[in-house]
């Protein structure tokens, strides 16, 4: 590619599509129950402590098995990417942008390989999965080519007597803390923006998704990253990942979860370590409580189809998920007499078929904390759909709308990260966005409407960090919709767009004294290069 696109999806309506996915399900699932060493530098590390990675769609089967790290070995890692940052820090941008490309096309090679893989440890569908698969690649591509125009550096003014320039230059050791929802796509996003810019890391990947970072590995290594510039280290966050955040030689941690989580990070980071002599860069991206507006002047069906998507895709498991549906009360009811039967016709079940929509949700206390918000759901307004499990022998949970939800209520304003669905009545369009602004996050919303004043409105007061208009609010895509929230949600990092390798880089400003003599030589050069180009224009 001589210009960033974003990667297509697979089109599994196609028999001979579909067919590959089947192959390579039936592959991976000879894989499962391997063990998975800790790589640090290249080299591969086996502990006494071990874990293992479960099929949230079938309770005891075994994806893999991983080492538990402990503080030794977070130290040990630490100390290799920070020898490692010394020589990498100085390779030519186009080098490391190569890196990306190759993994990039690694990845399609190896796509319904990688889908299969997410299908089985977190629960995907394969539309899910291979979109996951589909947004890694763009994260290569688009860093890679994103490092190249950060290598030429910003345009400045020009001085008499002076060349100007500014150039960024990497951090440092930076810790990658993914989450497990997006396996793939956010680890590949997180890691490759850190070393494309320079930087060596330490890969701490989700206890619940550590399997598919280790396929992340093979393909760093089979793209010839250098060793060391990329570490992975599987195990605990409260035991590596805390001393790591907190270790004086770590320069940055980018971050992906909880918030409660992303605020623990930000407060141990913020304290500066004997030793410690930068002001250490944290990237949290945190939770949502996500909205879509329905107004009386939108298209009902489109909203329909928007939100049933954005609500119970890969089961309400992801940060932009819509949550919150506000309804102006004109329109509510005839919204919900088409919607409801969409949701009930969701079918639920194990994702290695393809014919399920909704699979699992990703462990024990997730489906137990769930059920939990629907019990208080259901005390705080109206069960209309859903509302318990799913048959299967796995997490599954049917999905669930509750209706005559108030602000106040607790399934307002808490984030539940499942299929579960609070609809809100509001007076007005005005009373609409009063709503969609009361919440501590401000990740993403949606607004639909045929209404141009409305939509300039909602442009102006709705809070969010990334907000649609007659679409759904799920779905951003690399380079297009830079993603990143508000508030709680997090630091606004525009993961996806053209300031994101800001945040792993420090600018530096460079400035020459030519001399008087130069100085003259460079003005008259200037001149007669003007005078040229003013005669071409003449001919």
Wanted: aromatic fraction near 10%; charged fraction near 25%; glycine fraction near 8%.
């Amino acid at each position: 590619m001589k210009t960033f696109r974003t990667e297509k999806y697979s089109d599994f309506t196609k028999p001979e599509i579909r067919k590959k996915m089947e192959k390579a399900l039936s592959l991976v699932q000879t894989q499962l129950g391997r063990e998975y060493s800790i790589i640090i530098g290249g080299k591969r590390i086996r502990l006494d402590k071990k874990f293992y990675s479960y099929n949230p769609s079938k309770k005891g089967e075994i994806i893999g098995t991983f080492q538990k790290a402990d503080e030794k070995i977070a130290e040990q890692a630490m100390q290799v990417a920070l020898e490692t940052f010394e020589s990498w820090r100085y390779t030519p941008a186009k080098v490391r942008a190569n890196y990306l490309f190759k993994m990039a096309n690694i990845m399609r090679k190896r796509r319904f390989e990688l889908d299969a893989w997410m299908v089985l440890e977190e629960g995907k569908n394969w539309l899910e999965a291979d979109a996951d698969l589909a947004e890694a690649i763009d994260f290569c591509d688009y860093y890679g080519f994103e490092a190249l125009r950060y290598d030429k550096g910003p345009k400045l003014y020009k001085y008499p007597g002076e060349i100007n320039e500014q150039i960024y230059i990497p951090l440092g050791v930076g810790v990658i803390i993914p989450p497990w929802n997006f396996p793939l796509a956010i680890l590949c996003g997180m890691t490759t923006a850190a070393f494309v810019s320079g930087n060596t890391v330490i890969l701490k990947p989700s206890s619940d998704s550590p399997c598919i970072a280790a396929k992340f590995m093979e393909i760093v290594e089979e793209a010839k990253v250098p060793v060391g510039v990329v570490n992975f280290m599987s195990g605990p966050g409260r035991v590596a990942g805390d001393y790591l955040v907190r270790h004086p030689k770590t320069r940055f941690v980018a971050f992906t979860g909880s918030k409660a989580v992303g605020l623990r990070i930000v407060e141990q980071a913020g304290i500066a370590q004997p030793g410690q002599i930068w002001i250490k860069r944290v990237i949290a991206e945190m939770g949502g409580k996500d909205l879509i507006i329905v107004d009386s002047e939108a298209d009902i069906d489109s909203a329909v189809n928007g939100v049933r998507t954005a609500a119970f895709g890969f089961q309400g498991q992801k940060c932009s998920a819509c949550s919150r549906l506000i309804l102006d009360d004109k329109i509510h009811d005839k919204f919900m007499k088409k919607f409801i039967p969409t949701v009930e016709a969701i079918k639920v079940g194990p994702v290695k078929r393809y014919d399920n929509y909704m699979g699992p949700v990703i462990n024990e206390a997730a489906y137990n904390s769930i059920l939990e918000y629907i019990k208080i759901g259901k005390s705080e307004g109206t069960l209309v759909c859903g509302g318990e499990p799913a048959s299967g022998d796995g997490w599954f949970i049917k999905p669930t709308v509750i209706i005559d939800i108030e602000h106040n209520h607790r399934i307002f304003q808490e984030e539940i990260f499942g299929p579960v669905l609070a609809v809100s009545r509001a007076r007005n369009f005005d009373h609409a966005v009063e709503l969609a602004n009361d919440s501590e996050y401000g990740l993403t919303g949606a607004v639909y409407s045929k209404n141009k004043k409305k939509i300039a409105k909602a442009r102006r007061e709705v809070f969010v960090g990334n907000l649609y208009f007659n679409r759904k609010c799920t779905g951003a895509l690399v380079g297009i919709q830079p993603f990143g929230g508000f508030n709680m949600s997090g630091t606004d990092s525009k993961a996806g767009g053209p300031d994101y390798l800001l945040l792993f880089t420090q600018a530096k400003s460079l400035c020459t004294h030519l001399g008087k003599k130069k100085a003259k030589r460079k003005v008259k050069k200037t001149a007669k290069k003007k005078t040229k180009t003013r005669r071409k224009k003449q001919r």
